[in-house]
């Protein structure tokens, strides 16, 4: 038999990843269904590891200023790092002022 | 570092980001839940820039990046009212959508910076696929998003904007787009034009598919357009090959369509119509041309004394609270008619206000205790043993024609049976009907008093006659 393409590998974690979140977010009160909202928009934001990769295109390599794609790389990632840190900052401390919220009734 | 040690670390903020989620199931483990998802995005991020050659320039491009972004974040994030919470939170997915389509750009043009480039420099096709696939979901998450912003924020009408042969439209850009899929990847990546045709057209997908979707129904776009910043970034995790991006768009994508599943079945509505839209606009208001009957009006004295008079309150805010800005003034008649004895509890309709959750909010920010606060399942057979139920800036939840009226609507969408109680109090600005444009028979029954006015005013004019 051939060898697995890592692809492959790449979907199953995917597909069970969606199972856990399907389990893991049904568990949520509904109370926190905003809060939920905030804080999924900001580790959706871990799209900053592209912007990273993006940002630092061609960085040490033979062709480090020469390749027209490599700039275009280093400005398309250095912004996606910008909208992604709103993202980042805005959404944990928004939750984290939402979370602070919610009290139990005073005892 | 090892690509291994780093494909591990990448797994481990996955999993913490899968512990943020976790944490929210109840609101004592939620503020650690938030922790963990912040030192999964740290650990992602480290483990990035650990892994990439940096020089000075890149460097400081990169802490500029984040010095710009994040303090824009945190100024916006300690200043926003929680009653914006819904414009914010589809201004953030707008962010997200835009970084997708730029990071896809980013790999289309320069590959062996992500490492996935073949022997000859080009994208394998797979990849090429994954990155139209990531920029086009990304592009319409962008665009959607800012309909959806304009919309919540005010900018926008929210009445839903028809175009003719609006669905052929839709179907048409979405035809053209997985043509020019095709050619990108036939091309092996380097007709670059397709992929931006692709996501112009996205952009303009974005646009024609929210636009008629109308004010009430945003609920379930917010959660919609959630759920798509979770399925770009889930491309692009399979693009990337990167573990944490792919587990996270894996849950974000999930929790958004169960949002928008659980808004839909508060609203009693498929999926489907929602997107179709044109809810609220078509037919249903001249159905019922003009008031039915007569209101009965009082006054704040005769609510503040009827409620100190109760065994128990039952309040439901609606959008029309947050609007006014009416939670704290609530809070406070609630505390009053406490320290009278009442027994004072809070109903939430899973589709009340603009978001899911958007009333816990706003209540949690006037320091009620969330055990008061109870959902509609939870609250619903109690409403027969209350005396009073106040009413406050919602309606269509309200509503009995949902149950009782065949030819409403709104029929067969679980609501509130506020009616039972002995008497029912309705704060509201005037007797027009609500955002699905449907009349409420409950203004015009004998024990429904009306108090016409600013949520916020008449709350405080109760409150004073309570004092």
Redesign the interface.
């Given at each position: 038999m051939e060898a697995v393409d890592?692809?492959i590998f790449?979907?199953a974690?995917?597909?069970l990843?969606?199972f856990?979140?399907?389990y893991?977010?049904?568990?949520?009160?509904?109370?926190?269904?905003?809060?939920?909202?905030?804080?999924?928009?900001?580790?959706?934001?871990?799209?900053?590891?592209?912007?990273?990769?993006?940002?630092?295109?061609?960085?040490?390599?033979p062709d480090a200023a020469a390749?027209?794609?490599?700039g275009?790389?280093?400005i398309?990632?250095?912004?996606?790092?910008?909208?992604?840190?709103?993202?980042?900052?805005?959404?944990?401390?928004?939750?984290?002022?939402?979370?602070?919220?919610?009290?139990?009734?005073?005892k | 570092m090892s690509a291994n040690l780093a494909a591990i670390l990448y797994l481990a903020s996955g999993i913490l980001f899968i512990l943020a989620l976790r944490g929210l199931s109840s609101p004592e483990t939620a503020r650690q839940g938030n922790l963990f998802g912040m030192a999964g995005m740290a650990i992602a991020v480290v483990t990035t820039l650990l892994a990439v050659n940096l020089d000075g320039a890149s460097m400081a491009l990169i802490i500029g990046g984040v010095v710009i972004g994040g303090g824009l974040g945190a100024v916006v994030a300690r200043r926003i009212p929680m009653t914006a919470m819904p414009q914010l939170v589809a201004a953030f997915h707008s962010l997200v959508g835009m970084a997708a389509v730029l990071v896809a750009a980013a790999a289309l043009y320069a590959p062996e910076a992500f490492g996935i480039a073949n022997a000859v420099g080009d994208l394998k096709q797979l990849s090429l696929f994954e990155l139209a696939l990531g920029t086009a979901i990304g592009a319409i998450t962008f665009s959607g998003s800012v309909i959806a912003f304009a919309k919540l924020n005010g900018n926008m009408s929210g009445a839903p904007i028809l175009l003719p042969a609006r669905h052929s439209i839709n179907i048409g850009i979405g035809v053209a787009i997985a043509v020019m899929i095709a050619f990108l990847m036939a091309s092996g990546g380097d007709n670059k034009t397709a992929f931006w045709i692709i996501t112009i057209l996205a952009f303009v997908l974005g646009v024609t598919l929210i636009i008629p979707i109308g004010g009430a129904d945003m609920p379930v776009v917010v959660s919609m357009l959630n759920s798509y910043s979770g399925w770009a970034a889930a491309a692009l995790g399979f693009t990337l090959e990167n573990t944490a991006l792919l587990v996270t768009g894996a849950l974000v994508g999930s929790s958004g369509a169960i949002l928008s599943y659980i808004m839909c079945k508060g609203m009693n509505r498929s999926f489907i119509s929602v997107i179709l839209g044109g809810f609220g606009e078509d037919g249903s208001a001249a159905a019922n041309a003009g008031p039915q009957g007569t209101a009965k009006q009082g006054s704040a004295e005769d609510a503040a004394f009827v409620m100190k008079n109760a065994g128990k309150v039952i309040i439901v805010p609606g959008y029309g609270m947050a609007v006014a800005q009416a939670q704290h003034a609530l809070k406070e008649m609630g505390d009053l008619l406490k320290a009278e004895g009442v027994d004072v509890s809070y109903a939430i309709h899973p589709v009340a206000g603009r978001m899911p959750g958007h009333m816990n909010v706003l209540l949690a920010e006037a320091n009620v205790p969330y055990d008061e606060v109870f959902e509609l399942e939870d609250i619903n057979s109690d409403f027969s043993n209350a005396d009073v139920a106040f009413v406050i800036g919602a309606n269509d939840v309200t509503n009995p024609a949902a149950e009782d009226d065949p030819s409403s609507p709104i029929y067969g969408m679980p609501v509130l049976q506020v009616w039972k109680a002995r008497t029912v109090f309705f704060v509201k600005r005037s007797l027009g009907s609500g955002y699905a444009g449907v009349e409420n028979p409950l203004f015009f029954r004998d024990n429904t008093m009306m108090l016409l006015g600013d949520a916020k005013k008449m709350t405080e004019e109760i409150n004073k006659s309570m004092g």
């Amino acid at each position: 038999m051939e060898a697995v393409d890592p692809t492959i590998f790449r979907l199953a974690i995917f597909v069970l990843a969606v199972f856990v979140g399907y389990y893991v977010v049904w568990s949520v009160t509904p109370a926190l269904h905003t809060p939920l909202m905030a804080v999924t928009n900001a580790i959706s934001s871990v799209i900053i590891v592209g912007a990273l990769l993006a940002a630092t295109a061609g960085v040490g390599g033979p062709d480090a200023a020469a390749d027209g794609g490599a700039g275009f790389s280093r400005i398309a990632g250095t912004l996606a790092i910008i909208l992604a840190s709103v993202n980042i900052f805005g959404g944990f401390l928004v939750t984290q002022r939402m979370l602070a919220m919610y009290k139990k009734k005073d005892k | 570092m090892s690509a291994n040690l780093a494909a591990i670390l990448y797994l481990a903020s996955g999993i913490l980001f899968i512990l943020a989620l976790r944490g929210l199931s109840s609101p004592e483990t939620a503020r650690q839940g938030n922790l963990f998802g912040m030192a999964g995005m740290a650990i992602a991020v480290v483990t990035t820039l650990l892994a990439v050659n940096l020089d000075g320039a890149s460097m400081a491009l990169i802490i500029g990046g984040v010095v710009i972004g994040g303090g824009l974040g945190a100024v916006v994030a300690r200043r926003i009212p929680m009653t914006a919470m819904p414009q914010l939170v589809a201004a953030f997915h707008s962010l997200v959508g835009m970084a997708a389509v730029l990071v896809a750009a980013a790999a289309l043009y320069a590959p062996e910076a992500f490492g996935i480039a073949n022997a000859v420099g080009d994208l394998k096709q797979l990849s090429l696929f994954e990155l139209a696939l990531g920029t086009a979901i990304g592009a319409i998450t962008f665009s959607g998003s800012v309909i959806a912003f304009a919309k919540l924020n005010g900018n926008m009408s929210g009445a839903p904007i028809l175009l003719p042969a609006r669905h052929s439209i839709n179907i048409g850009i979405g035809v053209a787009i997985a043509v020019m899929i095709a050619f990108l990847m036939a091309s092996g990546g380097d007709n670059k034009t397709a992929f931006w045709i692709i996501t112009i057209l996205a952009f303009v997908l974005g646009v024609t598919l929210i636009i008629p979707i109308g004010g009430a129904d945003m609920p379930v776009v917010v959660s919609m357009l959630n759920s798509y910043s979770g399925w770009a970034a889930a491309a692009l995790g399979f693009t990337l090959e990167n573990t944490a991006l792919l587990v996270t768009g894996a849950l974000v994508g999930s929790s958004g369509a169960i949002l928008s599943y659980i808004m839909c079945k508060g609203m009693n509505r498929s999926f489907i119509s929602v997107i179709l839209g044109g809810f609220g606009e078509d037919g249903s208001a001249a159905a019922n041309a003009g008031p039915q009957g007569t209101a009965k009006q009082g006054s704040a004295e005769d609510a503040a004394f009827v409620m100190k008079n109760a065994g128990k309150v039952i309040i439901v805010p609606g959008y029309g609270m947050a609007v006014a800005q009416a939670q704290h003034a609530l809070k406070e008649m609630g505390d009053l008619l406490k320290a009278e004895g009442v027994d004072v509890s809070y109903a939430i309709h899973p589709v009340a206000g603009r978001m899911p959750g958007h009333m816990n909010v706003l209540l949690a920010e006037a320091n009620v205790p969330y055990d008061e606060v109870f959902e509609l399942e939870d609250i619903n057979s109690d409403f027969s043993n209350a005396d009073v139920a106040f009413v406050i800036g919602a309606n269509d939840v309200t509503n009995p024609a949902a149950e009782d009226d065949p030819s409403s609507p709104i029929y067969g969408m679980p609501v509130l049976q506020v009616w039972k109680a002995r008497t029912v109090f309705f704060v509201k600005r005037s007797l027009g009907s609500g955002y699905a444009g449907v009349e409420n028979p409950l203004f015009f029954r004998d024990n429904t008093m009306m108090l016409l006015g600013d949520a916020k005013k008449m709350t405080e004019e109760i409150n004073k006659s309570m004092g």
